[in-house]
């Protein structure tokens, strides 16, 4: 279930995953669109979190896995950061963002995760544009909306992965 009001005075949520939220508009998009063999899964677990798993692997020119999540457009003018509550598995990911849909590039973010449960902090500002793995002259980010987020993993090596997603909120 989205909810779009705030949950403070300083904070918006995009999404908070329970037992009961409607996952219908996450999407994985695997190398598999350019011949790639990664396969990427979603659904949400026993306690009611997201939950991205899967295989990526570099055959046939492959080597990436990616979750979106679209949404009508969102006014982000009062926020300065998205917090992901996350337990990853140890692995390095890309949160994305996009303030068109319809754009080919994303604006991105690098983390790392460990085996806990973790509260990353992305800086919007900070985010940088990309296109098939290649940084774009352009500006960073500095839109006002957004209208999708997306989390991808390409280490450029086979790899299993698992992430648990409990809430993604804007913050000021």
């Known amino acids: ?6 949950i403070s005075d300083s904070k918006q949520v995009i999404f908070d995953f329970n037992s009961n939220s409607d996952i219908s508009a996450w999407s994985v998009v695997d190398d598999v669109v350019m011949g790639g063999e990664s396969q990427g899964n979603f659904k ?10 899967g295989k990526v692997s570099l055959e046939n020119n492959g080597g990436f896995s990616s979750l979106r999540f679209r949404f009508s457009e969102k006014d982000i003018s009062n926020y300065s950061k998205i917090i ?14 996009k303030d068109d849909y319809l754009n080919r ?4 973010s690098s983390f790392s995760t460990n085996k806990d449960w973790q509260l990353i902090e992305i800086s919007l500002s900070k ?3 990309a296109f098939r793995g290649r940084k774009l002259n352009m500006s ?3 839109s006002k909306v957004i209208e999708e987020i997306a989390f991808l993993i390409g280490n450029k090596r086979n790899e ?13």
């Open 160 to 172: 299993s992965f698992k992430i648990e997603i409990d809430k993604i909120y804007l913050e000021e």
């Open 140 to 142: 960073k980010f500095s």
């Open 1 to 6: 279930m989205i909810i779009s009001g705030l």
């Open 84 to 97: 992901l509550k996350i337990k990853g598995d140890g692995k390095d990911y890309q949160f994305r963002v």
């Open 44 to 53: 949400l677990n026993e306690i009611g979190n997201g939950l991205y798993f």
């Open 127 to 129: 985010m940088y544009p």
């Open 105 to 108: 590039y994303s604006y991105i």
